[in-house]
């Protein structure tokens, strides 16, 4: 065999190789998100793995591929789905667009989330049950433009380093338990009161400015005092009246 054969052949090999463990990965990025959801209403029936060709994945329901075999978006949106974030999602590393919402997913996100989804662009978790914090390494998603965290059970405060996100265009943490100030986002990005509406205690722009908690209680004082003088007042002045005309 000829040197220019052997390279070929190696070069060949090679080739097919990495192909083929793109494929196996992909098929068990898939394989593992089923197993690890609880499926009541069988929305993922037609995810069913053979052997073969790992093609047919991208007749899966809800699964968008490129190149025949990668999966490049998985929409699991309305399908009843419930469990918590799948972990299985870091297999599929061409992925760039994940969207849950609307679904009964639980408890709280990964903190290592960014390297389960390190090139997603839009991410849709709105309208489940996931709760706890917003981990700081959402942050580090760097091509999110989109993120949308509405009505679910989050609660503490929202990571300022969610404002690094320079690419961010579409952003809600609406209708959920979150306290302190807001991120300081580029005034480009235009997040306007309801992108943050409807939460305990979130403060800052585009909400009401924040208080110091002492100057919060000062305040209070100071209102509880006004509100006394202006409720006895008027009853002292009545009282020493009617002590005087009734000398």
Not at 13 to 39: H, P, W, Y
Not at 106 to 111: F, N, Q, R, V
Request: charged fraction near 15%; charge should be negative; proline fraction near 5%.
């Amino acid at each position: 065999m000829s040197i220019t054969t052997l390279v070929s052949t190696c070069l060949w090999f090679l080739l097919v190789s990495s192909f083929t463990g793109a494929n196996e990965v992909n098929v068990n990025c898939l394989r593992s998100i089923k197993s690890q959801v609880k499926d009541p209403t069988r929305s993922l029936s037609s995810w069913v793995f053979r052997n073969g060709n790992a093609t047919y994945i991208c007749s899966f329901v809800g699964v968008e591929c490129w190149d025949e075999d990668r999966v490049l978006k998985i929409n699991l949106s309305g399908y009843g789905l419930e469990g918590e974030f799948p972990l299985g999602l870091n297999d599929c590393s061409s992925l760039t667009g994940l969207d849950l919402s609307r679904n009964n997913f639980s408890g709280a996100l990964p903190s290592n989330i960014a390297s389960l989804i390190p090139f997603v662009t839009t991410l849709d978790l709105s309208y489940n049950q996931f709760s706890g914090e917003i981990p700081t390494g959402l942050s580090n998603v760097t091509f999110l433009n989109t993120l949308m965290l509405q009505h679910n059970q989050f609660t503490g405060q929202l990571p300022p380093e969610l404002a690094s996100l320079q690419r961010l265009k579409q952003f809600s943490v609406a209708d959920n338990h979150l306290i302190g100030p807001v991120p300081k986002f580029n005034e480009a990005l235009n997040f306007g009161p309801e992108s943050f509406a409807n939460n305990t205690d979130l403060c800052g722009l585009p909400m009401e400015f924040c208080i110091n908690p002492e100057e919060k209680v000062s305040r209070f004082g100071k209102m509880g005092a006004a509100i006394s003088a202006a409720i006895f007042a008027p009853v002292g002045a009545f009282l020493g009246w009617f002590f005087f005309n009734g000398n």
